[in-house]
């Protein structure tokens, strides 16, 4: 049973910096791309597994994705944090997984960690 775990979500002023990390567990299995989604599951950024991350523009220049392969761990290093960066924050994460085929691509979601930006 695959599970994701969240951590590093809470309540920070503007200007301020926060961490989330998302760790898969209950494998074996392969991740593909591994991101990050708030509001109505909307891209806050992604990094697959070649290393190439995309982010959304809102988030361009503040946060950054990074992942460790080894932990099956993504991180989001969160900095200069706005009132509009609220919300719950849920990692997704894609891997392939026994049996195949149906086990190829599924796609897990974490229950998601809040963020809170006050001003």
């Known amino acids: 049973q695959v599970q994701l775990v969240e951590s590093g979500g809470g309540l920070v002023q503007v200007g301020g910096s926060l961490n989330l990390s998302c760790t898969a567990s209950?494998?074996?299995?392969?991740?593909?791309?591994m991101g990050w989604y708030y509001h109505n599951r909307d891209l806050v950024a992604t990094v697959a597994a070649d290393?190439?991350?995309t982010y959304a523009d809102s988030v361009k220049g503040r946060f950054s994705i990074s992942r460790n392969n080894a932990e099956n761990t993504v991180h989001l290093r969160m900095t200069k944090l706005k009132p509009e960066d609220t919300a719950v924050y849920h990692c997704?994460?894609?891997?392939?997984?026994?049996?195949?085929?149906?086990?190829?691509?599924?796609?897990?979601w974490g229950q998601g960690t809040q963020v809170t930006v006050s001003s």
């Open positions: 290393g190439t991350t």
């Open positions: 209950g494998g074996p299995f392969t991740i593909e791309t």
């Open positions: 997704k994460i894609e891997l392939n997984t026994a049996p195949y085929p149906i086990g190829r691509n599924v796609n897990y």
